[in-house]
T-cell receptor, first 116, second 112 residues
Framework: EAQVTQNPRYLITVTGKKLTVTCSQNMNHEYMSWYRQDPGLGLRQIYY???????DKGDVPEGYKVSRKEKRNFPLILESPSPNQTSLYFC???????????????FGPGTRLTVL | AQSVTQPDIHITVSEGASLELRCNYSYGATPYLFWYVQSPGQGLQLLLK??????LVQGIKGFEAEFKRSQSSFNLRKPSVHWSDAAEYFCAVHTGGFKTIFGAGTRLFVKA
């Protein structure tokens, strides 16, 4: 089954404790992206990757890191989480479409993160 | 800066009634436009997209959207709403590069 998986689905942590949220897709998509969803703000893009070893900042990259060492995986790293990073996080993947941007994005189920 | 506006935070319609969800974007050239739906507790799923050509696009679940360049709009419509359409709807734009901008979303409530 074609899918995007994220782990963990729920995470409660404390300020400053490094964490990684994994994302994996089995559709051989070039493009992958991380978003955070907050009430009233919709989805805001954190980082995206156009292919292996090629990543760039979205609109809200502060406090996050990513890497793309393999085509299928795109982990999101919070090196020193803070309470303002409490949010619902989504990973997405897609083929590169017209205009050299992402075509239809396929989303993972989300990771709900709480930072105390 | 590019932006996407969904003016309605929430909308309530009766089952069987028609629906229109508004989306306006700010971008100089023709953008690539998407509507996604998020059911409670789920990820997002594509309803439809517009890249070029016919400005009226058909999507899944009986939805359609019309691109109007003069109004910088891409409104989503459905002629007859079903209770299962209750969800949050997001308009999104990618502007020819790799960034994607989402609107804040419109939550649809359907009353019996």
């Amino acid at each position: 089954e074609a899918q995007v998986t994220q782990n963990p689905r729920y995470l409660i942590t404390v300020t400053g404790k490094k964490l990684t949220v994994t994302c994996s897709q089995n559709m051989n998509h070039e493009y992958m992206s991380w978003y955070r969803q907050d009430p009233g703000l919709g989805l805001r893009q954190i980082y995206y990757s156009m292919n292996v070893e090629v990543t760039d900042k979205g609109d809200v990259p502060e406090g996050y890191k990513v890497s793309r060492k393999e085509k299928r995986n795109f982990p999101l790293i919070l090196e020193s989480p803070s309470p303002n990073q409490t949010s619902l996080y989504f990973c997405a993947s897609s083929l590169i479409g017209r205009g050299s941007g992402p075509d239809t994005q396929y989303f993972g189920p989300g990771t709900r993160l709480t930072v105390l | 800066a590019q932006s996407v506006t969904q003016p309605d935070i929430h909308i309530t319609v009766s089952e069987g009634a028609s629906l229109e969800l508004r989306c306006n974007y700010s971008y100089g050239a023709t953008p690539y436009l998407f509507w996604y739906v998020q059911s409670p507790g789920q990820g997002l799923q594509l309803l439809l997209k517009y890249f070029s050509g016919d400005t009226l696009v058909q999507g899944i679940k009986g939805f359609e959207a019309e691109f109007k360049r003069s109004q910088s709009s891409f409104n989503l419509r459905k002629p007859s709403v079903h209770w299962s359409d209750a969800a949050e709807y997001f308009c999104a734009v990618h502007t020819g590069g790799f960034k994607t901008i989402f609107g804040a979303g419109t939550r649809l409530f359907v009353k019996a």
